[in-house]
């Protein structure tokens, strides 16, 4: 069982930057891969960005390439999601997730755990 809590999320004007962080419970936390994800209101759910396990290896939704950055930290069982240049259309719940499986893992139901999320509100 892996419990997931986010914090980092917030109120920024367009063009800012935020830092989510994504901490985890658990001695397995490094051979999980773990993904970020986000929901608008009125939306469904939809991939951001993954880190795998060992290498750390990312893959990112057209959306945040280029804008966003997601890395780990094992030792302190913590994913982070670097956001910059935001823009309000970035406006969302931003939920991490671990999973146990590999490979490119864009899907909701690739992941066995979720976090509660934090809100991220960019203003124009």
């Known amino acids: 069982q892996v419990q997931l809590v986010e914090s980092g999320g917030g109120l920024v004007q367009a063009g800012g930057s935020l830092r989510l962080s994504c901490a985890a419970s658990?001695?397995?936390?490094?051979?999980?891969?773990m993904g970020w994800f986000r929901q608008a209101p009125g939306k469904e759910r939809e991939f951001v960005a993954r880190?795998?396990?060992?290498?750390?290896?990312?893959y990112y939704a057209d959306s945040a390439k280029g804008r966003f950055t997601t890395y780990r930290d094992n030792a302190k069982n913590t994913v982070y999601l670097q956001m910059n240049g935001l823009k309000p259309e970035d406006t969302a719940v931003y939920y991490c997730?671990?999973?146990?499986?590999?490979?490119?893992?864009?899907?909701?139901?690739?992941?066995?755990?979720w976090g509660q999320g934090t809100q991220v509100t960019v203003s124009s």
């Open positions: 880190i795998m396990t060992s290498g750390g290896a990312t």
């Open positions: 658990g001695r397995t936390f490094s051979s999980y891969t």
């Open positions: 997730a671990a999973s146990y499986y590999s490979g490119l893992l864009l899907g909701l139901r690739d992941y066995n755990y």
